[in-house]
């Protein structure tokens, strides 16, 4: 690897222009090597680990972002597609991000990442006190020797890693940060980029940096991170509920339900309607009306992340089946609720499914939906589905006048796999039961209850 110490801007531009096709770069505020003496430049995964729940969670939203935006199979996207999103949005992968771009990795090289975890008291629409914990991120110049990364596109493909160009990822309108930073990912990785891929290493004055960049175009951190008016996906991953934190006292706290860095996070003192604070509430305990078709059917609760393990496999539903011929219908409801990206109804979540026996071998799955303005429940209901034949122990999808219009096929297919997660937690002895209409999965702590 070049080791080359740059002095003026001039020396920076005749260098980077030996590289203008065929080389990667990516900039950093200090210089780290491995146990060996080389360059290290690590996964972000092998930096901070792995939790499982939560990789689930931005996967599905960054899937379910990725179709709704850009037209793609949810059960198809691509791995690089998917972790660009985690990537770049605030979650860990197994890929390094470089860019296309010298005046972008010039940026990061002279801008040093802090973060802050800022608690701001609100107020939720209804005036009532909420203390909210949000990710606060930055970037502020160094003001010391910034270091660039020059790889080698041909090292990487000799040594069997691809380059996912991120600026080929379809959008429709919106200003998006991958796009905007002219990403490129290398992996998948076991730890991070291999040093014989650097073929060159700049130590270079933060000034000539700042003037590099700058005569480039970029002037403030929203150049580089857009806004979440701007970026499209941003916004939607800003628009999932918050959580409750259990912490004691008058004033609730909460989360968000995706940690993220927020470069634009600002006090508002009064929250919309639109900012759903959720704490767990489950339906099969304040059941309500008993005329209600959900009053006398029998309530599987189960986890939230239930609904992230989903899959388009074919299955069996020999227990399901079990359940309907003693019942009309049941519910399996979730801990959580999910935000359905295309979904244009304010405060509007699904909460789970809703399985009722039309005819003898005609059953229809529908999802339970729960309105939630601020921390107010102020509607719980059923939508329509999609209809199926009971096929034995399979079940077929068939047409039906009263299924639903939408042409969302995703928000369907995944109510539908819920009923593999009940069916093989039933199979498997997990589900245990609290009364005469209520189980629960062995995962779900059943505690004190919102009435």
């Given at each position: 690897?070049?080791?080359?110490?740059?002095?003026?801007?001039?020396?920076?531009?005749?260098?980077?222009?030996?590289?203008?096709?065929?080389?990667?770069?990516?900039?950093?505020?200090?210089?780290?090597?491995?146990?060996?003496?080389?360059?290290?430049?690590?996964?972000?995964?092998?930096?901070?680990?792995?939790?499982?729940?939560?990789?689930?969670?931005?996967?599905?939203?960054?899937?379910?972002?990725?179709?709704?935006?850009?037209?793609?199979?949810?059960?198809?996207?691509?791995?690089?597609?998917?972790?660009?999103?985690?990537?770049?949005?605030?979650?860990?992968?197994?890929f390094v991000d470089l860019t296309k771009s010298a005046h972008l990795a010039c940026w990061f090289a002279?801008?040093?990442?802090?973060?802050?975890?800022?608690?701001?008291?609100?107020?939720?629409?209804?005036?009532?006190?909420?203390?909210?914990?949000?990710?606060?991120?930055?970037?502020?110049?160094?003001?010391?020797?910034?270091?660039i990364y020059i790889i080698d596109v041909l090292a990487l493909e000799s040594l069997n890693l691809k380059?996912?160009?991120?600026?080929?990822?379809?959008?429709?309108?919106?200003?998006?940060?991958?796009?905007?930073?002219?990403?490129?990912?290398?992996?998948?990785?076991?730890?991070?980029?291999?040093?014989?891929?650097?073929?060159?290493?700049?130590?270079?004055?933060?000034?000539?940096?700042?003037?590099?960049?700058?005569?480039?175009?970029?002037?403030?951190?929203?150049?580089?991170?857009?806004?979440?008016?701007?970026?499209?996906?941003?916004?939607?991953?800003?628009?999932?509920?918050?959580?409750?934190?259990?912490?004691?006292?008058?004033?609730?706290?909460?989360?968000?339900?995706?940690?993220?860095?927020?470069?634009?996070?600002?006090?508002?003192?009064?929250?919309?309607?639109?900012?759903?604070?959720?704490?767990?509430?489950?339906?099969?305990?304040?059941?309500?009306?008993?005329?209600?078709?959900?009053?006398?059917?029998?309530?599987?609760?189960?986890?939230?992340?239930?609904?992230?393990?989903?899959?388009?496999?074919?299955?069996?539903?020999?227990?399901?089946?079990?359940?309907?011929?003693?019942?009309?219908?049941?519910?399996?409801?979730?801990?959580?609720?999910?935000?359905?990206?295309?979904?244009?109804?304010?405060?509007?979540?699904?909460?789970?499914?809703?399985?009722?026996?039309?005819?003898?071998?005609?059953?229809?799955?529908?999802?339970?939906?729960?309105?939630?303005?601020?921390?107010?429940?102020?509607?719980?209901?059923?939508?329509?589905?999609?209809?199926?034949?009971?096929?034995?122990?399979?079940?077929?999808?068939?047409?039906?006048?009263?299924?639903?219009?939408?042409?969302?096929?995703?928000?369907?297919?995944?109510?539908?796999?819920?009923?593999?997660?009940?069916?093989?937690?039933?199979?498997?002895?997990?589900?245990?039961?609290?009364?005469?209409?209520?189980?629960?999965?062995?995962?779900?702590?059943?505690?004190?209850?919102?009435?």
């Amino acid at each position: 690897m070049e080791e080359v110490i740059i002095k003026t801007l001039a020396e920076l531009e005749s260098y980077f222009s030996k590289y203008s096709n065929g080389y990667l770069f990516r900039g950093q505020t200090d210089h780290y090597l491995d146990s060996n003496g080389k360059v290290s430049i690590p996964t972000s995964f092998s930096r901070h680990g792995c939790i499982p729940p939560l990789m689930f969670k931005w996967v599905h939203y960054s899937n379910a972002i990725i179709r709704a935006f850009g037209g793609r199979d949810y059960h198809n996207i691509s791995l690089e597609s998917s972790q660009a999103i985690l990537q770049h949005y605030g979650w860990r992968s197994f890929f390094v991000d470089l860019t296309k771009s010298a005046h972008l990795a010039c940026w990061f090289a002279a801008n040093k990442y802090e973060e802050r975890k800022t608690i701001n008291m609100c107020e939720d629409f209804e005036e009532n006190p909420v203390m909210l914990v949000q990710k606060e991120s930055l970037y502020t110049e160094t003001n010391q020797q910034g270091h660039i990364y020059i790889i080698d596109v041909l090292a990487l493909e000799s040594l069997n890693l691809k380059v996912h160009d991120l600026t080929e990822i379809d959008s429709e309108g919106g200003t998006l940060r991958f796009h905007v930073q002219e990403a490129c990912l290398v992996g998948n990785l076991k730890n991070g980029l291999p040093h014989q891929s650097v073929i060159a290493h700049l130590e270079v004055n933060h000034q000539i940096l700042v003037d590099y960049y700058r005569k480039n175009g970029i002037k403030t951190t929203s150049d580089v991170f857009p806004d979440r008016k701007k970026d499209f996906i941003l916004q939607s991953l800003l628009n999932i509920p918050w959580y409750r934190i259990p912490i004691e006292g008058s004033i609730p706290w909460y989360r968000r339900g995706l940690e993220l860095p927020e470069y634009d996070a600002r006090f508002i003192k009064h929250l919309s309607p639109k900012t759903t604070l959720y704490n767990e509430y489950w339906i099969a305990d304040n059941r309500g009306d008993p005329d209600s078709p959900l009053y006398d059917i029998p309530f599987y609760k189960i986890s939230e992340q239930a609904y992230y393990a989903n899959t388009n496999e074919n299955f069996t539903l020999a227990e399901i089946n079990k359940i309907l011929k003693v019942h009309k219908g049941f519910v399996i409801e979730l801990s959580g609720l999910i935000n359905i990206v295309e979904l244009s109804v304010d405060y509007e979540y699904e909460k789970g499914v809703f399985v009722e026996k039309i005819s003898d071998d005609i059953v229809e799955v529908s999802g339970l939906i729960i309105k939630h303005p601020g921390q107010t429940i102020s509607g719980i209901g059923v939508v329509k589905g999609w209809h199926y034949r009971i096929d034995g122990n399979k079940w077929t999808r068939i047409e039906h006048p009263d299924q639903c219009p939408c042409n969302n096929t995703l928000r369907h297919e995944l109510q539908f796999s819920l009923l593999h997660i009940l069916n093989e937690s039933i199979k498997d002895k997990r589900i245990v039961i609290e009364d005469t209409l209520n189980y629960s999965h062995k995962d779900i702590e059943v505690g004190k209850r919102r009435t």
